[in-house]
């Protein structure tokens, strides 16, 4: 392995400095960034190309080193946006997450609604992890269709970490090999700020765009809060809004101004998606929370908000535990669920209890339920009906609901993986459930299991439902200052 500079590489080889930032994001210099402004580089790899390019690798001067397992960049020390991946491993460590300690009760594959397809269940891939059968772990496609829900763990009476092992599973995987877009996502997050590549002038473009609408409808005097310092609150944007469904931004924004909070967005890194949680892909994950913790300490913001997309929350404060604990200390990151009962309790708020005289059912995420009981100890499922209840409408529950609720169908991912008849299959038990409620409007607070409800579960089994995100309920029934 040798250690290179990128300008003192580029002026050995008489080849501007963009040429080799070129060369490493495309993949055809394989490179890992460390400290120091500095890249690892595999040195046959690096001849192979100097030979390609014409260029004589022999007079250049580089240092060698023996290993490459020197530390990852701090994404603090990031220069004009070049972020490299280092190398992933492919081999799968036996027994990652416990599963010695498995009884084969069978109990998880009881509880998995895609126990069965291509005839795999969750206990076959305990025992097979226990037994040593790596290389058909490691090649099965059935840990990406996956949603990563954690009932099978809720059921589970060993404690068997059947998520994480399963996570183990995908992160074995060579970036290039991941399934969909999950890692073109990563990749273009990374080289953008947000995972679908909007420009940043498209981006503020369709902010204002929104926010002059608003200000013409229901929020006189409306003026969007763009890079303002010192605001109370810096909010994040799931980047499906702007890209397909900017009316969606409105909701937050007319509750923020009834609100009268002090709030901001971003200009850049604006991005709550992290798919990088989703393949496994640690660096990129601390990458692109280094990126959001930086910004809040830029504009100077006391609180931050992740108006969910399905995980961004609970990705977010698993980075934030393990990498940023001490930036942490410094703002406090709130859910949904945090904010708006605290302007409902506090008169901050106020709605009508008679916007919707149907039946209304509530929709538990499995990130806000199950996943943050278990990692940080609160679920947040009376908050969320506590809200619903505040719209009005005869509210009746699904069963089984809250930690033991089933999962959508479309979570882990899966929304964004090639595995369609998969995906509705998976959620049939979650179809059953709201019509068993005679509910005509569901509500959730997750962007993907709302698309997944109302997009596929809907047309799949004939759901007469509305389906409705928790901040779009509470948009629609304020009673404007």
Request: net charge positive; charged share 25%.
């Amino acid at each position: 392995m040798i250690v290179v500079q990128i300008g003192r590489l580029a002026e050995q080889l008489g080849v501007h400095r963009n040429t080799i930032r070129n060369w490493i994001r495309s993949g055809r210099l394989p490179a890992r960034r460390v400290p120091g402004k500095r890249y690892l580089v595999d040195e046959q790899e690096f001849i192979k190309l100097c030979h390609a390019y014409g260029l004589d690798s022999s007079a250049l001067q580089v240092r060698q080193v023996s290993s490459p397992s020197l530390p990852s960049v701090d994404p603090r020390e990031d220069e004009e946006g070049a972020v490299v991946l280092g190398w992933r491993s492919r081999t799968f460590r036996s027994l990652p997450q416990g599963v010695d300690v498995c009884v084969n009760c069978g109990s998880c594959a009881g509880a998995c609604p895609l126990a069965g397809v291509d005839g795999w269940d969750p206990r076959k891939v305990v025992r097979m992890a226990v037994l040593g059968m790596e290389r058909e772990l490691c090649e099965s496609l059935w840990p990406w269709k996956c949603t990563l829900c954690a009932l099978c763990e809720q059921v589970c009476p060993a404690g068997v970490n059947i998520t994480r092992l399963m996570m183990a599973l995908r992160q074995s995987w060579d970036r290039d090999q991941v399934p969909g877009a999950l890692h073109k996502g990563v990749v273009t997050l990374l080289e953008t700020g947000n995972n679908l590549g909007i420009p940043r002038e498209d981006f503020t473009a369709c902010c204002h765009a929104v926010a002059r609408e608003l200000a013409q409808t229901t929020c006189p005097g409306f003026r969007l809060p763009l890079d303002v310092q010192g605001a109370r609150l810096l909010v994040t944007v799931n980047s499906k809004e702007p890209f397909g469904e900017p009316w969606q931004m409105k909701h937050w924004w007319k509750i923020f101004y009834a609100a009268g909070e002090s709030w901001t967005l971003s200009s850049e890194y604006w991005d709550g998606v992290q798919w990088g949680y989703y393949t496994g892909d640690e660096d990129a994950v601390r990458v692109s929370v280094g990126r959001v913790v930086a910004t809040v300490r830029r504009l100077g913001c006391k609180a931050l908000l992740l108006p969910e997309c399905g995980h961004a929350y609970y990705a977010l404060r698993l980075a934030l535990n393990r990498w940023y604990a001490e930036e942490a200390k410094q703002f406090q990151v709130l859910t949904l669920f945090d904010l708006l009962t605290d302007y409902l309790h506090t008169g901050r708020l106020n709605v009508r209890t008679d916007r919707h005289a149907g039946v209304v059912t509530y929709h538990d995420p499995c990130h806000f339920t199950r996943k943050a009981l278990k990692t940080f100890g609160q679920a947040y499922d009376e908050q969320a009906r506590d809200i619903v209840r505040r719209c009005g409408g005869h509210f009746v529950e699904m069963v089984p609901n809250r930690e033991e609720a089933y999962c959508c169908g479309a979570g882990g991912g899966l929304s964004a993986l090639p595995f369609h008849e998969e995906r509705v299959f998976f959620g049939r038990h979650k179809a059953r459930q709201i019509q068993r409620t005679g509910a005509d409007l569901v509500v959730t607070a997750c962007h993907t299991c709302r698309d997944q409800i109302l997009k596929s579960l809907r047309k799949e089994y004939n759901l007469n439902v509305d389906v409705k995100l928790l901040w779009e309920l509470v948009a629609e029934a304020l009673v404007m200052p």
